[in-house]
């Protein structure tokens, strides 16, 4: 499985765009990159998936360049209850995706 | 459509007992992902169900075990509990087995597991 690197923690106010990005330089030809939203004492919940380009969805939007070693989650002006750990994972679709989280990204929204 | 769900949401155990955590997936679903994350902590992957055998399983001791019933509902069981077995204990589940072209889990709201 490809091993992902994101930043430990980031900091963000109101109504500003958040742009988390996560490092897979192993990434292997049929994974997809998927974006996870963890709040204190719940499980996490999906939030975006992507293979190539950009995706957006009502919440989110995913750019991955044309090397795939990377992908950037964008936030559109957060709120504070956006205050939650972010993971990014790799693997490929359907059978053998362990569904593995990495450490996260823990992102305070400040008012 | 109901969730995934899990029973009990909150178990205290002694040292040395035995805990069985039990987890329904939504409906359709045929794959249960279970995990453990202590406080603070990232999740840590235990074991994974899929159509009622075990797909894969995680760096833990084997005293972790479980099982899938045929309505694909699951169990998780820990043996000999110790004291750095208290956690969030968190199950998934998804189309995996039956649908290769997507692989959102959905994710239940846990087990807190306290071992006293």
């Known amino acids: 499985l490809a091993k992902t690197t994101q930043p430990i923690s980031m900091d963000s106010y109101e109504g500003q765009e958040v742009n988390i990005t996560c490092s897979h330089n192993?990434?292997?030809?049929?994974?997809?990159i998927t974006w996870y939203q963890q709040f204190p004492s719940q499980g996490p919940r999906f939030i975006i998936q992507g293979y190539k380009t950009k995706v957006t969805n009502e919440v989110a939007s995913l750019f991955i360049p044309a090397d795939r070693k990377s992908s950037t989650l964008s936030l559109p002006r957060v709120s504070l209850s956006d205050t939650a750990v972010y993971y990014c994972?790799?693997?490929?679709?359907?059978?053998?995706?362990?569904?593995?989280f990495g450490a996260g990204t823990r992102l305070a929204v400040h008012p | 459509e109901a969730g995934v769900t899990q029973s009990p949401t909150h178990l205290i155990k002694t040292r040395g007992q035995q805990a069985t955590l039990r987890c329904s997936p939504i409906s359709g679903h045929t794959s249960v992902y279970w995990y453990q994350q202590a406080l603070g902590l990232g999740l840590q992957f235990l074991l994974w169900?899929?159509?009622?055998?075990?797909?894969n399983r995680g760096n833990f001791p084997p005293r972790f075990s479980g099982r899938q019933f045929p309505n694909y509902s699951s169990e998780l069981n820990v043996n000999a509990l110790e004291l750095e077995d208290s956690a969030l204990y968190l199950c998934?589940?998804?189309?995996?087995?039956?649908?290769?072209?997507?692989?959102?889990?959905?994710f239940g709201q846990g087990t807190r597991l306290t071992v006293v």
């Open positions: 994972l790799v693997g490929a679709r359907g059978g053998y995706n362990k569904l593995i």
């Open positions: 998934a589940s998804s189309l995996m087995g039956q649908d290769p072209t997507y692989t959102e889990a959905f």
């Open positions: 169900y899929d159509e009622g055998e075990e797909r």
């Open positions: 192993n990434i292997a030809t049929n994974d997809y």
